[in-house]
């Protein structure tokens, strides 16, 4: 029994996980479990690495069949005693250390796209944060909007009594009446941006993933990078590692100065009673204008280097740039946050509260009721958008983090 009890929640729950609500670090995880792109730049690295142990090993050698000293005029294979069926192997070595060198490259390739992966997973675990915060803010602000729509919906139906009982004012029906719709239809545009999110949302974590509903909570990183740290940056592991590439590539170009070489050892048959004849050949690669081609080829590698050290540059400073706006975003952000939270909204429930006062005592309209619950509304709702905001300036700082500390 206990082990069918062990079986059926094997089979049951994953179902029950994924009925349940979609967390912030779900979605995350999700998508880097689930991301054809990491998994595609896995099976590159893959292949640079069995590159590498390929371009380290000599040339395959020739072999070589061929007939040699043969008569034409008239043909014969016999007539001559130089005649001879000769089979050969030659081997090419290149020269100096090519071959060690070009394993490096492949390896340094390995690497560069390596450091490319984990900036792409960087990149994945940003963008589907981001993707999630999109379906959250529009569907939180849905639930907001649908509660005041049902508290419309009470008023309504309170202002059609008293209107019954002659102690209300039917202009005061259809301003409510008025309201609701206009509710009504700034739902229909969070249904509408919520469903675009959603979209979205699959090219990260898939489609029956997305289809979940999203957790109440926002989540909560703490992560606060330091300029200092960029240095070691994964865009930044990515360019140095294109450095190294780039230096094999420049030794590997040095390296073409010497010469390849070969060595050919034939062996020829002779018939006619004849004596078989031994070979050997010795083959040098000529460079017949190394300030035109090696020298050049060096050349046009040191101007990629400094292009590459350049580039780096710009990169650090487009982090650096980048951390210090996030950091600013988050700041003004919180600053807001307080004030809206301390201020604004319990000030503007406490007017909407002596309207609503007021009205009953008649000293004021219906109209001013509706306009005070509107406008807390509003308050609401830009609160609820700064929180989201809020939330993707973390998600953005986090980008710029080291690596341990990626959420």
Partial sequence: MFFRILLLLAIVWPALSLAGPLTFDDAVRLAQESQPLLSGRQAAVR??????????????????????????????????????????????????????????????????KTAET???????????????????????????????????????????????????????????????????????????????????????????????????????????????????????????????????????AREALKPDWSMELGYGARGAGQTDMLSVQVGFELQVAPAKRQDRQIAAKLEELDALQAQREDRLRILQAGLQSALAEKQSLETRIARYRNDILPVSKQRTEATLVSYRNGKTEFSSVLEARRAELDIELQLLALQAALARSE???AYFAPEGAQP
């Fill in 395 to 397: 998600v953005e700082l």
């Fill in 118 to 252: 984990g900036e792409a997973a960087r990149m994945i675990r940003r963008e589907a944060g981001l993707a999630w915060l999109d379906v959250w803010y529009p569907q939180h602000a849905l639930a907001r909007i649908q509660a005041l729509q049902q508290e419309y919906r009470y008023q309504i139906e309170a202002e059609r009594i008293r209107l019954a009982t002659g102690k209300g004012e039917q202009k005061d029906v259809l301003a409510a009446q008025v309201q609701l719709d206009l509710l009504q239809d700034r739902g229909s545009e969070f249904e509408a941006q919520s469903a675009k999110a959603r979209v979205a949302l699959v090219r990260w974590i898939g489609a029956d993933a997305a289809k979940r509903e999203l957790a109440e909570t926002l989540p909560v990183l703490t992560i606060r990078p330091d300029v200092q740290q960029l240095v070691a940056h994964s865009q930044m592991a990515t360019i140095d590692k294109s450095i190294a590439v780039l230096e094999r590539e420049t030794a590997l």
């Fill in 47 to 112: 292949a640079d690495e069995e590159r590498a142990v390929a371009e380290a090993q000599l040339p395959d050698p020739r072999l070589k069949l061929g007939l040699i000293n043969v008569p034409y005029a008239p043909f014969s294979l016999s007539s001559e005693p130089m005649t001879q069926a000769m089979v050969s192997i030659e081997q090419t070595f290149p020269g100096g250390d090519k071959r060690r060198l070009r394993g490096e490259v492949a390896q340094a390739n390995a690497a560069q």
